[in-house]
Nanobody, 126 residues
């Protein structure tokens, strides 16, 4: 069983940067695509991006492309989300999760992800 925990959130001014971490426990974490999602108050959970098991393939939502970057360290069982040029509209709780299947590069659909972390709050002030 894989368990995930996000950290690194906080309050930052617009234009600033944050680096989120998704730390995992469980032997098979390195076999899974990991996705990041976010949810703002009153809104549905939104796809941010995902990284495949090896870290070679990354995909991003158009809203964050060119500003956010995913990486992973499978020795440390951690996935990182580097967020640059942050905007107030990036304010949300950010979650990581592992794709349900090891044989695919994943999708943008949150219902296909498992073992969600508790989330970490990111607040971007104007």
């Amino acid at each position: 069983q894989v368990q995930l925990a996000e950290s690194g959130g906080g309050l930052v001014q617009a234009g600033g940067s944050l680096r989120l971490s998704c730390a995992a426990s469980g032997r098979r974490f390195s076999a899974y695509t990991v996705g990041w999602f976010r949810q703002a108050p009153g809104k549905e959970r939104e796809y941010v991006g995902r990284i495949n098991w090896s870290g070679v393939l990354t995909y991003y939502a158009d809203s964050v492309k060119g500003r956010f970057a995913l990486s992973r360290d499978n020795v440390q069982n951690t996935v990182f989300l580097q967020m640059n040029s942050l905007k107030p509209e990036d304010t949300a709780v950010y979650y990581c999760s592992r794709y349900y299947d090891t044989s695919d590069v994943g999708t943008e659909i949150p219902e296909q992800y498992r073992n969600w972390g508790q989330g970490t709050q990111v607040t971007v002030s104007p």
